[in-house]
């Protein structure tokens, strides 16, 4: 299984205190990709277990379309009622993580790790969960009603300003 970038990242994840905050900071400018929902990579890796013709093969699970992460951004702040900005450089990751006290040689790596995924390019959706599992995958949208519906992203920016700080506190542990 090799899923691209899982949706429940912006929820349960390390994106899910900034979006609390209210700004989302990822150093991937604006490139695409088919970000997918964890059911989808689950009944994948489920029905690759138990049904015949899955040996050797690789999967490449996808959602259904590509988005930037502005536009992912956009949709998860619709849906939680709340405004979440995104900025895409390196230039204003560096400035969040300094600001939280990451370490300027980890934030530099950070940042370099993400500009070569950034590098890639955009991504296209593959197909296989459709292939595999006889449905298509959730839409992003689908995912970020279904998070706001049962309260993923409810709390006090203060509270989500101490959760992205202990959140990064344990990324450099």
């Known amino acids: 299984m090799r ?16 979006v609390r905050f209210g700004l989302v900071t990822v150093p991937v400018g604006d490139v695409r990709t088919p970000f997918v929902d964890a059911e989808d990579i ?5 029905a690759a277990l138990t049904q015949d013709g899955h040996a050797g093969r690789t999967y490449e ?79 992003f949208e689908e995912y970020a009603a279904a998070a706001a519906a049962r309260g993923a992203w409810r709390a006090s920016r203060r509270r989500a300003r101490g959760a992205w700080r202990a959140s990064r506190r344990r990324a450099r542990a």
Request: charge should be negative; glycine fraction near 10%.
């Open 3 to 18: 899923p691209d970038w899982i949706d429940q990242n912006f929820d349960e994840g390390f994106l899910e205190p900034a």
């Open 42 to 46: 689950a009944a994948v890796v489920v």
């Open 61 to 139: 699970v996808t959602g259904p379309r590509a988005l930037s992460f502005a536009e992912a951004t956009e949709i998860v702040g619709r849906a939680a009622q709340r405004t979440v900005r995104f900025d895409g450089g390196a230039e204003a990751y560096a400035a969040r993580m300094g600001a939280l006290g990451m370490p300027e040689a980890q934030t530099r790596a950070e940042i370099a790790a993400f500009a070569a995924l950034a590098a890639e390019g955009d991504q296209a959706p593959t197909g296989d969960v459709e292939r595999v599992t006889g449905r298509p995958p959730a839409a």
